[in-house]
C-alpha cells in the first residue's frame, strides 16, 4: 500500500487537473497572443522591409534619371559653349572682313578724292578766241568727241557725198543708176545706204597716273626735239621739283608733252604748282603749264548703226577706163538735176583690185542747213 500527501493528493484531485489545465490554457493564450503579437511584427517588419526596398528602387531611379538629366544638361552646355566659340570665331571672322572692307573703302575714298583733287583748273592750257556765235548753254556739261571714222571700201565702188540730204535720199530711192560713159557704153550701178558703226555710250574709269606729267602751253617756235630735250634738263634737276625722267612724249594731236618720272613721288609737287618757269633759249624763260595725267580705262562701250544721211555708196562699178576718167564721169552724172543728182561736196573712186580707206568725220551744218 502506497502512501500519498496531501498535495500530491490533491494534485490528483480533479480539481487540481482543472486548475492545471486552466492554467496552461492561460500560458498557451499567452503564447498565441505572443505569436500573433510576433506574426504581426513580423509582417509589419515585412512591409516596412518592402517599402524600404521600393523606395531604394526608387531613390536609384531617380538617381539614375538625375545622372542622366545632369549628363544632358553638361552635353547641352558643352554644345552651347561649341555654339558660343563657333559664333565667337564667325564674328571675329566677320569683324576682320568688315575692317578688310573699311580699309578698301577708305583706300577708295582716298584715291577719289585724290581724283576729285584735280580741279577744272588743273586742265592743260588751251588757247581760246570768240569766233562771233552764240549759245543756248544747254550742253555746257557734256564732253564733245569728235568722230574719226575709217571706213574700208570694197572694190568697184565709190563713195559720194552731197551738198543737200534731200538729193542723197532721192538718188537713194531711184536706187538703181544708169551711167552713160559715152558713145555706146554705159553702166548701171546701184545706190547703197552707208551705215557705219558708231559709239552711242561710253563709260571711262579714270586716274591720277602718279608717275607722269602733262606739259602744255609750249612754246610755237622751238622745234620738238629741242623742246624734249630742254623739258627732260628742266625737270630732272631736284631744285625744280624734279626727278629721274624715264622718258618724254609729244603728242601731235594737242602739242602737250607727257614726261615719265622713275619715281612715283614727283608728279605729284609738279602738278602742285602747276605754272613752271623753263629756260627753252638762253636767257629766257617761257611758262609752262604741268597739270595731271590722267589714265583711263574704258568700263562700257555700247555701239549702233548710224546712217549718213548725205553720203551714198554706189556698188558695181567695172573697170571700164582709166580711174580718174570713170571718177569725173561718174561725179558729173551725179551732179546733173535731170539724173536725180545735184551738188556734189565729196567724190572717191575705188576701183577693182584696190584697198581705199575713207575717212568719215563729224558733219557740221553750214548755216543754210542749221536754219
Do not use: W
Amino acid at each position: 500500500m502506497i502512501l500519498m500527501t496531501d498535495t500530491e493528493g490533491s494534485q490528483n484531485t480533479l480539481d487540481g487537473i482543472l486548475h492545471a489545465i486552466s492554467k496552461c490554457k492561460v500560458q498557451h493564450n499567452q503564447l498565441l497572443k505572443e505569436q500573433q503579437d510576433l506574426s504581426r511584427a513580423r509582417d509589419d517588419q515585412e512591409d516596412l522591409a518592402k517599402q524600404f526596398r521600393q523606395r531604394i528602387v526608387k531613390l536609384r531611379i531617380s538617381l539614375e534619371e538625375d545622372d542622366n538629366n545632369q549628363a544632358r544638361d553638361v552635353d547641352s552646355e558643352r554644345k552651347k559653349i561649341a555654339a558660343l566659340h563657333d559664333e565667337e570665331s564667325r564674328l571675329k571672322r566677320e569683324i576682320q572682313r568688315a575692317e578688310e572692307e573699311l580699309q578698301l573703302e577708305e583706300e577708295s575714298t582716298h584715291h577719289l578724292k585724290q581724283q576729285t583733287d584735280v580741279s577744272t583748273a588743273a586742265v592743260p592750257e588751251k588757247k581760246v578766241v570768240f569766233t562771233g556765235e552764240t549759245g543756248d548753254g544747254a550742253n555746257t556739261l557734256n564732253f564733245d568727241v569728235k568722230p574719226h571714222i575709217v571706213y574700208p571700201m570694197e572694190e568697184g565702188t565709190a563713195l559720194i557725198t552731197f551738198e543737200d540730204e534731200e538729193v542723197a535720199q532721192k538718188i537713194l530711192s531711184l536706187r538703181e543708176h544708169k551711167v552713160d560713159l559715152g558713145g555706146d557704153c554705159a553702166i548701171t550701178l546701184e545706190a547703197k545706204l552707208v551705215r557705219l558703226l558708231v559709239p552711242c555710250q561710253v563709260e571711262m574709269d579714270t586716274e591720277v597716273c602718279s608717275r607722269r606729267i602733262l606739259v602744255s602751253n609750249l612754246p610755237k617756235k622751238a622745234g620738238e626735239d629741242r623742246l624734249l630735250d630742254k623739258l627732260e634738263i628742266h625737270f630732272a634737276k631736284s631744285k625744280n621739283g624734279g626727278g629721274e625722267v624715264e622718258e618724254s612724249d609729244m603728242l601731235h594731236d594737242s602739242g602737250n608733252v607727257v614726261i615719265t618720272f622713275i619715281e612715283n613721288t614727283i608728279a605729284k609737287g609738279l602738278t602742285d604748282k602747276q605754272y613752271h618757269d623753263v629756260e627753252f633759249e638762253k636767257g629766257r624763260k617761257h611758262s609752262v603749264k604741268v597739270t595731271p595725267f590722267l589714265n583711263g580705262e574704258i568700263t562700257s562701250f555700247q555701239t549702233r548703226l548710224s546712217a549718213c544721211g548725205r553720203t551714198v555708196l554706189l556698188t558695181g562699178i567695172p573697170a571700164v577706163m582709166e580711174q580718174e576718167n570713170l571718177q569725173d564721169l561718174l561725179e558729173i552724172h551725179f551732179q546733173k538735176t535731170s539724173n536725180g543728182g545735184g551738188e556734189v561736196d565729196a567724190f572717191l573712186y575705188n576701183p577693182l583690185g584696190q584697198h581705199t580707206l575713207a575717212l568719215f568725220e563729224e558733219d557740221c551744218p553750214t548755216e543754210d542747213q542749221s536754219q
